[in-house]
């Protein structure tokens, strides 16, 4: 559904925004793009968009370039922006309609506006003035227009900043809803929001791209394959020196006191390695109850801590990115740069 080949963006000539990047997104894929502050994450989906040009590569949407063909490329996008473009004072039955004249949207206007409000739950709010709904009302109106016209491709900046946790379980739902039938790009600061609707993570830090992956598989990769945490009711040094001795055990890393007379270890194993079975009996041998014993997987909060601390050397173990196209358009004018950077 979307292509992104050896993407650069250059400002003032020099600084790169983003660094020869290259991903592909499949349809009906949720992917979640995720970037510290000043990382090329808004920049690319500015550019994905068709709102900046490129200083290099190619943008694909549905086999459409987004420069050469942007008419056709755009139909197939959904776009919505950290702050929804909303008209305060319109009633979202009017704005939804002014959306839908504006895209130039060759449906039945009148059921296609149904559908989507239907879609999204505002059916109760169509003859309300935007400015008069909740915060978690408005995001939905939002999520409304970018659904206007039924793009292929939806793209979404931040859509549960500023709610409350109610809503924003609910937009978590909506989002997996809409799923099933489109290709979402999910961009939030708010990790549990990716984790929890996201089946796929891209990090990009300092314009390069750093992971790609499964949240899962990323957390196994940084964790460690075949790690585990132990929590143990006995004595500190002896209980180390006791898993330590078991034949598989790498290593063990005293994690500290998490209860009252209990000490919690990361025990790491060697590959292909099971030794859950020989840890229970020779705890249980001298009477140390194991009171919790699970993998030690990393929550999407840690991954993401440990690439950007790690970046320079994860991006070194990146596989090397095809070679560079020809320039699909010149870099724009100072002015508009420095407008790109500041939004950056």
Same mark, same amino acid.
């Given at each position: ?8 963006? $250059? ?5 790169? *925004? ?47 370039? !987004? ?5 056709? @490329? ?45 879609? #999204? ?11 008069? $709904? ?8 939002? !999520? ?10 939806? %793209? ?12 924003? %379980?609910?937009?978590?739902?909506? !989002? ?21 609707? $996201? ?51 790498? *290593? ?52 993401? #801590? ?14 090397? @990115? ?11 004018? *100072? ?10």
């Amino acid at each position: 559904m979307l292509e992104v080949k050896n993407l650069t963006k $250059c400002y003032h000539g020099k600084i790169k *925004a983003v660094d020869n990047i290259s991903f592909s997104v499949r349809e009906g894929e949720i992917l979640g793009f995720l970037g510290p502050n000043g990382a090329g994450k808004s920049t690319t989906m500015n550019i994905v968009t068709g709102y900046l040009s490129a200083t290099e590569g190619t943008v694909l949407i549905d086999g459409k370039d !987004i420069l050469e063909e942007p008419n056709a @490329a755009k139909r197939k996008i959904g776009y919505l922006p950290e702050h929804p473009p909303l008209y305060m004072d319109m009633t979202v039955r009017e704005y939804l309609t002014f959306i839908f004249d504006l895209k130039k949207v060759d449906l039945p206007r009148e059921a296609h506006i149904r559908e989507i409000a239907a879609l #999204v739950r505002i059916n109760d709010v169509m003859d309300r003035v935007i400015k008069h $709904c909740s915060k978690g009302y408005q995001q939905r109106v939002g !999520i409304a227009q970018a659904l206007i016209g039924n793009p292929e491709l939806l %793209i979404l900046d931040e859509p549960t900043v500023g709610l409350d946790p109610t809503q924003i %379980i609910e937009i978590r739902k909506l !989002i997996t809803h809409l799923g099933r039938n489109h290709t979402v790009i999910l961009s939030s600061h708010i990790l549990s929001d990716v984790q929890a609707v $996201c089946e796929r993570v891209l990090v990009i830090n300092k314009g390069r791209i750093i992971a790609d992956g499964a949240p899962d598989d990323l957390s196994r990769q940084l964790a460690g394959a075949n790690a585990m945490v132990v929590r143990v009711a006995g004595p500190e040094r002896d209980v180390h020196k006791l898993i330590r001795t078991i034949p598989g055990v790498k *290593a063990v890393n005293l994690l500290g006191k998490r209860e009252k007379n209990a000490v919690e270890f990361s025990v790491e194993v060697a590959q292909d390695e099971d030794v859950r079975g020989e840890i229970f009996r020779r705890l249980a041998e001298r009477n140390w109850p194991i009171l919790m014993m699970q993998p030690n997987e990393l929550t999407l909060e840690q991954i993401f #801590v440990r690439l950007i601390e790690g970046g320079d050397d994860l991006v070194a173990r990146q596989p090397a @990115a095809p070679a560079a196209q020809e320039p699909a358009a010149e870099a724009p004018a *100072a002015q508009e740069s420095e407008r790109e950077a500041e939004n950056e």
